[in-house]
């Protein structure tokens, strides 16, 4: 595997269910990143990992969970989410958390709340 | 706060014409600028950005877009589009005295027709 690995790729959960996403990056990056992407709207950027502290947490409610355990892999936890929390999910990773460097993206999570 | 305005949501045009996506922002800091494309079921991919030096700033596949400092702009060009350009472009912002935080406009859809 190369680049930056999302899974599962498709997930439909209820409100009550407890789930995670998966994002592992095969690219020796230190940042990593959680990002909402809705229709119509811009990328929000949820969380930031900077070798495994995080450094932002962007008003963010408390239903998602981040969890980075090392520099290669992020996990997201859901629970009780909300049918307004359905969006495709998005990781990407960057070699060391500075402003100018590129951000490698995954192919992400779509997520249904039912 | 920054934010980003890409001026169209949608942008048909056909195969072998030029194109301009347009896209401002507004910072009261130095930014870096960047946009990104996604194509279908993909995540997002670096395109081109600006960082410092030359205004002008090229892609490997043909598109060009200019930093413009006084009108906060930095539209994204290309001479001749191709079936294959089809996809979804995003203008992206950072503050250069900051940390890897993006902001992201909403995204123009190119549609090109043969």
């Known amino acids: 595997e190369t680049g930056v690995t999302q899974t599962p790729r498709h997930l439909v959960m209820g409100m009550t269910n407890k789930k995670s996403l998966k994002c592992e990056q095969h690219?020796?990056?230190?940042?990593m990143y959680w990002y909402k992407q809705s229709a119509k709207k811009p990328l929000e950027l949820m969380f930031v990992y900077n070798f495994k502290e995080q450094t932002e947490n962007n008003s963010v409610p408390s239903r998602f969970s981040p969890e980075c355990p090392n520099s290669s892999h992020l996990f997201l936890h859901l629970h009780t989410l909300q049918p307004e929390d359905s969006a495709l999910y998005l990781c990407?990773?960057?070699?060391?958390?500075?402003?100018?460097?590129?951000?490698?993206f995954g192919p992400g999570t779509r997520l249904l709340v039912l | 706060a920054q934010s980003v305005t890409q001026l169209d949501s949608q942008v048909p045009v056909f195969e072998e014409a030029p194109v301009e996506l347009r896209c401002n922002y507004s910072s009261s800091v130095s930014v870096y600028l960047f946009w990104y494309v996604q194509y279908p079921n993909q995540g997002l991919q670096l395109l081109l950005k600006?960082?410092?030096?030359?205004?002008l700033v090229e892609s490997i596949n043909g598109f060009e877009a200019e930093f413009n400092k006084s009108q906060t702009s930095f539209h994204l060009r290309k001479p001749s589009v191709h079936i294959s350009d089809t996809a979804e472009y995003f203008c992206?912002?950072?503050?250069?005295?900051?940390?890897?935080?993006?902001?992201f406009g909403a995204g123009t859809r190119l549609a090109v027709h043969p």
């Open positions: 690219l020796g990056h230190n940042a």
């Open positions: 600006y960082l410092s030096g030359s205004t």
């Open positions: 992206a912002v950072s503050d250069s005295g900051g940390y890897n935080k993006l902001i």
């Open positions: 990407a990773s960057s070699q060391g958390g500075t402003p100018e460097e590129t951000q490698y």
